[in-house]
């Protein structure tokens, strides 16, 4: 199992931009596939953006352009930076982790996730 936590969130004006980081440890990081995703209040959780362990990247189409997805696997995080943010954009964000070198836009494949960090775009 992999433990994960999230940070970087707050509240930022349409426009601005906020970089959100997750930690990771437990079992074997730089293998495992890595993503990003978020949950509006009264909807369900979306896939954002993820990360394999060499650097193959998908992302939604909703922030293709203005989000970013990184990481560095000596030292255990994954990174998200977004910007150009939209009120739309406001969620909790969670990151995850699969169990091996690979990455889905689903939630399914993923059994590690962390306790998410809130995202509050203002108009």
């Known amino acids: 199992q992999v433990q994960l936590v999230e940070s970087g969130g707050g509240l930022v004006q349409a426009g601005g931009s906020l970089r959100l980081s997750c930690a990771a440890s437990?079992?074997?990081?730089?293998?495992?596939?890595m993503a990003w995703f978020r949950q509006a209040p009264g909807k369900e959780r979306d896939f954002v953006a993820a990360i394999t362990w060499s650097d193959i990247i998908y992302y939604a189409d909703s922030v293709k352009g203005r989000f970013t997805i990184s990481r560095d696997n000596a030292k255990k995080t994954v990174s998200l930076q977004m910007n150009s943010l939209k009120p739309e954009d406001t969620a909790v964000y969670y990151c995850?982790?699969?169990?091996?070198?690979?990455?889905?836009?689903?939630?399914?494949?993923?059994?590690?996730w962390g306790q998410g960090t809130q995202v509050t775009v203002s108009s």
């Open positions: 437990g079992r074997t990081f730089s293998n495992n596939g």
């Open positions: 995850a982790a699969t169990s091996g070198a690979y990455i889905s836009m689903q939630r399914d494949p993923y059994p590690d």
